[in-house]
């Protein structure tokens, strides 16, 4: 964000501030506090806007929240011999050459985003103590159930199965690793009713 259009706002009044002692402006900084499953892990700062910002440049701010929030989320996590990056990546390609259409899959910053719904790569492989192909496993089953939750909403049907095809609506999400690959489809694993391409664990070692 370059300063000067900071300071532009300032003088719309578009950004918050105090005025100090001295007559001086101060932009208002607001602390906000990010919490995962325990205690305050971090904090960081953030401009107040004020009611009358147009939605545009509110926008860039809170695209800028979104980014730095995501990035406090992410730190000091450990992802080992595994290639996050990478690994999103392929779960968000082969989810697109399966989900209906108008559904889209898109990625940002360690998340593959299903209709909607969020798979959180980054945190599965990060925060788990298991051996890394349990954890790559785990993103996979992880990416079945969301898919099928969030496009079922869309279909309106169990996807990717039919009504009363399966005992619950929904069809078993399978993922196994097998032959050093990933290996993920829906329904009976001796039968699935869609099975993804596999992804190869070799393509997931960082460089």
Not at 58 to 70: D, H, S
Not at 73 to 84: N, P
Not at 121 to 133: C, F, L, M, T, W
Request: proline share 7%; glycine share 8%; aromatic share 6%.
């Amino acid at each position: 964000m370059r300063e000067q259009a900071v300071l532009d706002w300032i003088d719309a009044g578009l950004i918050s501030y105090v005025t100090m002692e001295t007559g001086e402006h101060r932009i208002q900084l607001l602390d906000e506090q990010l919490e995962t499953s325990g205690p305050l892990t971090s904090s960081f700062t953030f401009l107040e806007l004020s009611r009358g910002i147009d939605p545009e440049t509110r926008e860039i701010f809170a695209q800028e929240q979104r980014r730095r929030r995501r990035e406090l989320e992410l730190e000091g996590l450990d992802y080992g011999a595994i290639d996050v990056s990478a690994l999103t990546t392929l779960i968000a390609t082969r989810l697109a050459a399966v989900v209906p259409d108008p559904c889209e899959v898109t990625v940002y910053q360690g998340m593959v985003y299903v209709g909607g719904a969020g798979i959180d790569v980054a945190r599965i492989i990060g925060d788990g103590d298991n051996p890394s192909e349990e954890r790559i496993r785990l993103v996979g089953e992880r990416a079945l159930e969301i898919a099928s939750e969030s496009l079922s909403e869309v279909t309106m049907d169990p996807w990717p199965a039919k009504p009363r095809q399966f005992p619950g609506g929904f069809p078993p999400c399978n993922a196994l690793i097998t032959d050093g690959q990933l290996n993920m489809s829906y329904g009976d694993p001796s039968a699935p009713v869609l099975t993804l391409a596999p992804i190869s664990l070799a393509d997931l070692s960082p460089l």
